[in-house]
C-alpha cells in the first residue's frame, strides 16, 4: 500500500526572508494539516556544499528552526528534523549516485550556475547534491514534493532515478510528484529581473521575516519600481511594481485582482507603504515567537533530535530492503 508522504527541506541559512516564506513555509504549514505522514528537513548536509564556518553553521541551524516553528510548522503535525542525524540519507545517495550518470548532471542549471562562485572548479559535493536530494525523497518512499520553479529538474532527476531503480531491482519506490507553490516568485526589491535571496550583496533588496519594523519601512520605500505612479500588474512590462502586488496580494491572502482595485488612486510611493505595513502586520507575531524560541537553544535541539529519531524508524526499514534489493545483505 502506498501511503501519501511529503518531503520537504530547507537550507539554514538562517532567519528564512520573505520569499522562503511566501514561497515555501506557508505552503508546508497548510500540507501538515492536509496530509497524515509528512516529513520536513533541515537540510545542513546540503548547505555544506558552500561550506560555512562551524559555529555560523550551528547558529544557522538554530535561527532556521525557530523561525520556521514561528512560522506553524508543529512536530506534532510532522516530522522535522535536522538531515544530518540520519546517516541513510548520505547512505542511500551513495548507491543512486553510482546509478546516475555524471552528463546527466553537468547539464543541471544550478551546477553551471554556481559553480562560478567556486572559481569555475565546483566542488564534488556542488556536482552530485540533486542526488543526495533524490536519496532525502526516496528513502522515505515520499509521493509528494513541495518545490518551488528552480527545483523543478532536480525532482524530474529524483523521479528518474527512482524509476531507473525499478526497472533494475523491482517495483519499490513510488514516483514522487511534484507539489508546486502557488505564489509568484518573489523578486528582490533592489531588482526585480532577480529572485530575492539571502546571499545578495545589497542589504536592502531582502526583507527577512525577523526584520524590524523601520526595517522593512526602509526597504520598500527604497524599492525599485518605475516613472509611472499608478499601481498595476504587469510582470513584464512593470517588474518592480508587480512584485509589489505580488507580495501584497501573498501576505493578505487577497488575490491581484481585489489588491488592484483596493489600490485604485494611490501612487506609487504610497502604495509601497500599504505594502510594508501589510508585511509588518504578518510577521510581528511570528517575530516575537522566534525571538522567544531562540533564547532556548536545548528546546530546538531537542525538537531537531526527536524527529530525526522518528525519521530513522521510518526509513530504516527501507534502507534495509534496499540493502537486499542491490545485494549488500
Not at 512536530?75 to 541513510?88: G, I
Not at 519601512?217 to 512593470?238: C, I, M
Request: one cysteine or more; glycine letters at 4%; charged letters at 20%.
Amino acid at each position: 500500500v502506498i501511503v501519501d508522504r511529503i518531503f520537504s527541506g530547507i537550507q539554514p541559512t538562517g532567519t528564512p526572508h520573505l520569499g522562503n516564506y511566501l514561497g515555501a513555509i506557508q505552503n508546508w504549514v497548510n500540507l501538515q494539516e492536509e496530509f497524515s505522514s509528512v516529513l520536513y528537513s533541515i537540510m545542513d548536509m546540503h548547505s555544506f556544499t558552500m561550506p560555512k564556518e562551524p559555529a555560523v553553521l550551528r547558529q544557522n541551524i538554530l535561527d532556521t528552526t525557530a523561525a520556521i516553528l514561528a512560522c506553524g510548522i508543529d512536530p506534532k503535525k510532522c516530522f522535522l528534523f535536522r538531515q544530518s542525524l540520519v546517516p541513510e540519507h548520505a547512505e542511500l545517495a551513495w548507491i543512486l549516485g553510482c546509478l546516475t550518470n555524471v552528463p546527466r548532471l553537468l547539464r543541471l542549471p544550478q551546477w553551471k550556475m554556481k559553480r562560478t562562485s567556486q572559481n569555475n572548479e565546483g566542488t564534488v559535493g556542488l556536482l552530485t547534491y540533486p542526488v543526495l536530494q533524490a536519496a532525502d525523497i526516496l528513502l522515505y518512499k515520499s509521493t509528494h514534493v513541495p518545490v518551488g520553479e528552480d527545483q523543478v529538474l532536480h525532482l524530474e532527476l529524483a523521479q528518474d532515478i527512482a524509476q531507473h531503480f525499478n526497472k533494475k531491482y523491482g517495483e519499490f519506490f513510488p514516483v514522487p510528484k511534484a507539489i508546486l507553490s502557488t505564489t509568484k516568485k518573489i523578486k528582490s526589491l533592489r531588482d526585480p529581473a532577480v529572485k530575492m535571496s539571502k546571499s545578495d550583496p545589497q542589504k536592502l533588496a531582502t526583507v527577512n521575516i525577523a526584520d524590524s519594523p523601520d526595517d522593512i519601512v526602509l526597504k520598500f520605500r527604497k524599492a525599485v519600481t518605475d516613472f509611472t505612479s499608478e499601481v498595476t500588474y504587469d510582470p513584464a512590462g512593470r517588474p518592480g511594481v508587480s512584485n509589489l502586488v505580488s507580495i501584497h496580494a501573498a501576505v493578505t491572502g487577497l488575490s491581484i485582482e481585489e489588491i488592484l482595485h483596493q489600490s485604485v488612486g494611490l501612487d506609487t510611493a504610497h502604495y509601497k507603504m500599504v505594502v510594508a505595513e501589510s508585511v509588518i502586520q504578518k510577521f510581528a507575531p511570528i517575530r516575537n515567537e522566534i525571538k522567544k524560541l531562540q533564547e532556548d537553544k536545548s528546546h530546538l535541539m531537542k525538537v531537531l533530535e526527536d524527529g530525526a529519531v522518528k525519521a530513522k524508524e521510518l526509513a530504516a526499514p527501507i534502507y534495509q530492503e534496499i540493502r537486499r534489493l542491490v545485494g549488500f545483505q
